[in-house]
């Protein structure tokens, strides 16, 4: 298969405590490039390669920078969201711990297309050991003038400040990201008013994923359009994803889309560990959906997967063998949203605990259809009506499940 390194590049290029190491290999030249171009421009060519955020909500990378900009306000603001809650996802930890600087650059240019002052790094509290990196970075990059005020010369006003959650997975939603960066409960809030018009500190911020970000210095530099020769369809370019669960060589990959999930499961994690058979697999983390082995021949690209009912979301793939019920693997997967939801909606707070309950009674062979049905409806209705994404999705992978596996919920099932 083809192996491709795009957004990898620097990966063991450099030393990731020295800008000057960073600088040998062309480390900030996009940065400088940046400033010389119309900002709208920058989102205009982010947008010609069609770069979806990669955080899982998949908007419109160049549409969400020109939004940004075009909101009226002073003292804008862009965060980077690095708290990468979901399960089985541990891409943008490579990008932090492999690429620091790149990332500094590329908070700074987002910050330039945007009109910010300022930018946030949240960091998810699991990843507190790369705080010294950043800061690190952050600190030479001023030392430098790549951050502070006049940058390059050109009147441009920025600085970087870093915050570490505390280890919550609903602070991965923006609002709640928010309202933890302001020293408040990370819980999330009603919108509008939207974080574009009314974020952090009720200033105008745009709120991009580590990774969303991390291309960009690349696609500034990218002369021969590597990038844009990637891909399949509408899915342009490369993708880093992360592989866990019951395989050989679990992982961080870089893939071009429209590699096949059997590609990415067989080749690049080695296969599933003593040649098992796959019982399930689950894209996008704890609240993405599942299918079977029959998906491992579809191309991972945004519209393919959709195609098949699941979607790209965080980047995880979760490899569940046959030693493993599906009704094993929802149970678990319940366990992590009913300790995860912050209980501020009730959809949300009373769905997870009536469906953690019937898929114990399940457990015990005392469930009966109704029990099934109202399980079902439930999950429904927290899809349509709970407060944030936390709540929306959290049944994604049981709704799927009842599709792809329904003898799992036939009254006696066939399958334990």
Not at 64 to 80: D, N
Not at 271 to 279: L, M, P, T
Request: net charge neutral.
């Amino acid at each position: 298969m083809e192996r491709i390194s795009f957004l990898t590049s620097n990966f063991g290029k450099y030393d990731t405590s020295s800008i000057g190491s960073y600088m040998k290999i062309g480390g900030f030249s996009a940065l400088r490039k940046a400033v010389t171009m119309e900002p709208l421009s920058i989102s205009d060519l982010i947008a010609s390669v069609k770069v979806k955020g990669r955080g899982g909500a998949e908007y419109d990378m160049g549409r969400k920078l020109s939004q940004a900009r075009a909101v009226k306000g002073e003292r804008k603001v862009v965060i980077c969201n690095a708290d990468e809650g979901e399960t089985t996802t541990f891409k943008d930890r490579e990008l932090i711990k492999n690429d620091p600087f790149n990332l500094i650059e590329a908070i700074i240019i987002a910050g330039f297309v945007v009109g910010a002052t300022d930018g946030y790094i949240y960091m998810r509290a699991e990843y507190s050991c790369f705080r010294p990196l950043l800061l690190n970075a952050i600190r030479q990059a001023k030392s430098y003038g790549f951050l502070g005020e006049n940058i390059l010369g050109k009147g441009f006003d920025f600085n970087i400040h870093l915050y570490s959650g505390a280890g919550a997975y609903v602070c991965g939603e923006g609002t709640a990201l928010i309202r933890s960066i302001e020293g408040k409960a990370g819980r999330p809030r009603m919108k509008p008013p939207f974080i574009k018009q009314s974020g952090v500190f009720s200033r105008p911020t745009c709120l991009c994923n580590v990774e969303s970000l991390s291309i960009v210095p690349h696609l500034l530099l990218d002369e021969e359009q590597v990038y844009a020769r990637c891909g399949r369809g509408d899915s342009i370019g490369t993708k880093l994803i992360s592989v866990a669960g019951n395989v050989n060589k679990p992982g961080v990959f870089e893939i071009p889309f429209g590699t096949t999930v059997r590609e990415i499961i067989y080749e690049l994690a080695g296969g599933v560990q003593k040649d098992r058979h796959i019982r399930l697999i689950q894209f996008g983390g704890a609240s993405g959906k599942v299918a079977d082995e029959s998906i491992l021949d579809t191309p991972y690209t945004y519209e393919d997967l959709r195609a098949a009912g699941v979607m790209v979301g965080s980047g995880g793939i979760l490899v569940i063998d046959e030693r493993t019920s599906v009704l094993d693997f929802l149970r678990m997967n319940q366990e992590f949203f009913s300790e995860e939801s912050c209980g501020q909606c009730t959809p949300c707070r009373e769905g997870n605990l009536h469906i953690k309950l019937i898929l114990d009674k399940m457990a015990e062979g005392k469930a009966t259809a109704e029990d099934i049905r109202l399980m079902h409806k439930i999950a429904r209705v927290m899809s349509m009506s709970s407060l944030c994404g936390l709540g929306e999705t959290a049944q994604n992978s049981l709704l799927s499940a009842m599709k792809v596996f329904p003898g799992t919920f036939a009254v006696g099932g066939a399958e334990a």
